[in-house]
């Protein structure tokens, strides 16, 4: 037993070593470690995400109504041109604070493809809360024909599908702190990433340089976002900052829109189970104060 214990302490230490180390070896402003010589195929992103401050983040972490409704106002007035959300209906704006009537109205702004009617034909009509946000383009084949040859993808998923692993030891330090903001992290980050490539990168025709882009250094969507380009209700700034951080925000409601629903209940639970953890240890106690040991 003893051994085993010795084991596992070395190994701890071991990691902890090695994780100080990356970090001493890791450039500024948040770029990759130069581990690749020259001719060798780099790894990507070449910048890594910075872990960004969520209102939605932590065990007690919550959405907030106002960023959801800018993200909302962002991803309708810049981002729904080119990204569908397939999988999300407008009857769930309700969620991010808003009335039956405004919901209707919202979604009376929008056509969809209805039918087929009485004479066997499709036709269009405006949309109604039970709908779902429509695509921009008819099939993916002309949404690729569109962009450069790439499909924009969905958004009703991005925020949980697109993350950028951390590592060993940081995933390990990841369970305690119950880190789970990766794909927010990694979607702001490519949305203000947007820089000019260093000299002698050649860039296609067509492409975009972006470091913390997952998959290469160049992507076909350009720049999306510029100060001043959606106006905002609340005298919130007009920044590409903070569009950014509202549509990140939004869109990871999007994927995981009862998450405050979800953290409530865990921390009922957690409760729940200290209080029983108690009550068996006080019922152990009485049942064998008496008995001979």
Not at 98 to 107: D, P
Not at 274 to 284: D, P, Q, R, S
Request: net charge negative; glycine share 8%.
């Amino acid at each position: 037993m003893k051994t085993l214990v010795a084991s596992i302490l070395s190994l701890a230490v071991v990691a902890g070593l090695s994780g100080a180390a990356l970090a001493e070896e890791a450039p500024a402003n948040g770029a990759a470690p130069a581990h690749h010589a020259e001719g060798e195929t780099p790894h990507y992103p070449l910048k890594h995400p910075k872990e960004e401050e969520w209102s939605f983040a932590g065990p007690f972490g919550h959405y907030d109504k106002g960023q959801l409704q800018r993200g909302l106002k962002v991803y309708t007035e810049v981002c729904a041109a080119c990204h569908s959300m397939k999988l999300v209906p407008f009857r769930m704006l309700d969620e991010l604070g808003y009335s039956e009537a405004q919901v209707k109205a919202f979604a009376a702004n929008y056509e969809v493809q209805d039918g087929p009617d009485a004479s066997g034909e499709m036709f269009t009509r405006k949309a109604v809360p039970s709908d779902y946000f429509p695509s921009p383009f008819p099939n993916a084949e002309a949404a690729a024909a569109s962009n450069n040859g790439a499909a924009p993808p969905d958004f009703s998923l991005i925020a949980k599908a697109r993350s950028v692993e951390r590592g060993f030891p940081q995933f390990v330090f990841d369970i305690f702190t119950q880190y789970q903001e990766s794909g927010p992290d990694y979607i702001h980050a490519l949305l203000t990433g947007y820089e000019e490539p260093p000299a002698g990168f050649q860039v296609p025709q067509g492409g975009h340089y972006n470091p913390y882009f997952n998959a290469a250094a160049v992507l076909a969507m350009p720049k999306p976002l510029s100060d001043g380009q959606v106006t905002y209700d609340d005298g919130a700034p007009a920044t590409v900052d903070q569009y950014s951080r509202d549509v990140t925000a939004f869109l990871m409601w999007a994927a995981e829109p009862h998450l405050d629903e979800r953290k409530r209940t865990g921390f009922m639970v957690m409760i729940f189970l200290a209080i029983f953890t108690v009550l068996i240890f006080l019922t152990k106690r009485s049942i064998y104060a008496n008995k001979e040991h």
